[in-house]
């Protein structure tokens, strides 16, 4: 009975306005609950399917809002990366900068140091090349001068950190020349020093003639005396010349003795560097006092014939720590 009263149509009356016609549309009872449904069922589908696309746009956007968070990330980073390059490369130039100035200076009074060297090798007439160092340094200074200036090479890009490493290794090639210049600043002076006491040295052993005379009238060691005629030892070589010939030293010295004395007659006696004496006996003239610092080759006195002589003549006598040694050995 229920059934049959389901199933009997529904009258739906469709009244438009007084001028048309009641209209009468019949309507099953199913039907009618199944089209609400249906469109009920469509909305809440549709309603499902924009909320799903909704959250999936949502996702996306957070994604990509995500990855654009991270790239501007990275982007500060890189930034804060390259600014502390910039930075720490700034600071290396400076120190570099500082430390080649430095270097300047230092490189400067070495060069100071140097000169003087030169000057008193050039003042003293020495030469530090021989002919080959020389000739290889003049063929060296042509090749460099001659040879046309090419360049070449592959490209190949230096990166930040190829920088730093380079400004430290500079360091270090600095930290080392500074130490050779600090040695070389030290060095130098003592070695002016040095070649200062050897070129003394030199200057002070008794090499040159005395006279401008070189005839030997009687030579160093045993001989006849002119005056007694019998064996004698005779203490140095007589040179013979005439009378107001000048006297030169033999080399650099002090002045000991400069008098007059029996046999000797008028006579020079100087100090020379490691324990040598030379004397000038039978002047007739003395040009020194005692105490007075006498180069090689500067005059002393003139040739003559005081004291125990035949003739003019000068008694030229080198000692070597008191002891009387052959002048020969050094002037000839």
Not at 104 to 131: A, C, G, P, W, Y
Not at 173 to 190: A, G, W
Request: charged share 20%.
């Amino acid at each position: 009975m229920k059934s049959i009263k389901f199933k009997q149509p529904l009258t739906l009356l469709i009244v438009r306005d007084a001028q048309h016609a009641v209209k009468q549309v019949q309507l099953s009872k199913p039907l009618l609950i199944l089209v609400p449904t249906v469109a009920i069922l469509s909305l809440s589908g549709l309603i499902i399917s924009m909320q799903v696309q909704s959250s999936q746009l949502i996702t996306r956007m957070e994604q990509q809002l995500n990855h654009q968070n991270v790239t501007h990330h990275q982007m500060e980073i890189t930034v804060i990366n390259r600014e502390e390059a910039i930075s720490r490369l700034q600071n290396e130039i400076i120190q570099l900068s500082s430390e080649a100035q430095d270097m300047k200076d230092k490189m400067q009074r070495v060069h100071e140091l140097e000169q003087e060297l030169q000057q008193f090798i050039k003042k003293n007439d020495t030469s530090m090349l021989t002919d080959s160092d020389s000739s290889y340094m003049t063929t060296q200074s042509n090749l460099t001068n001659d040879l046309p200036m090419h360049v070449g090479g592959e490209f190949i890009a230096v990166s930040t950190s190829d920088i730093i490493n380079l400004s430290e290794e500079i360091k270090d090639d600095y930290e080392d020349l500074r130490k050779l210049l600090d040695t070389m600043e030290s060095n130098v002076p003592r070695t002016i020093e040095k070649a200062q006491e050897t070129q003394n040295m030199l200057a002070g052993i008794p090499n040159i003639w005395p006279t401008s005379s070189h005839v030997i009238s009687s030579s160093f060691g045993y001989r006849k005396d002119p005056f007694t005629g019998v064996a004698a030892y005779h203490a140095g070589i007589d040179i013979s010349g005439d009378t107001g010939d000048p006297i030169y030293a033999a080399g650099a010295g002090t002045v000991l003795e400069a008098d007059k004395q029996g046999a000797r007659g008028l006579y020079i006696k100087i100090q020379h560097p490691d324990g040598l004496q030379t004397s000038y006996m039978h002047l007739s003239d003395i040009k020194v006092s005692v105490g007075d610092r006498i180069s090689k080759g500067e005059v002393i006195g003139e040739l003559g014939n005081t004291g125990r002589s035949t003739g003019a003549h000068l008694h030229f006598q080198v000692e070597k720590k008191n002891n009387v040694v052959n002048p020969l050995n050094y002037i000839k």
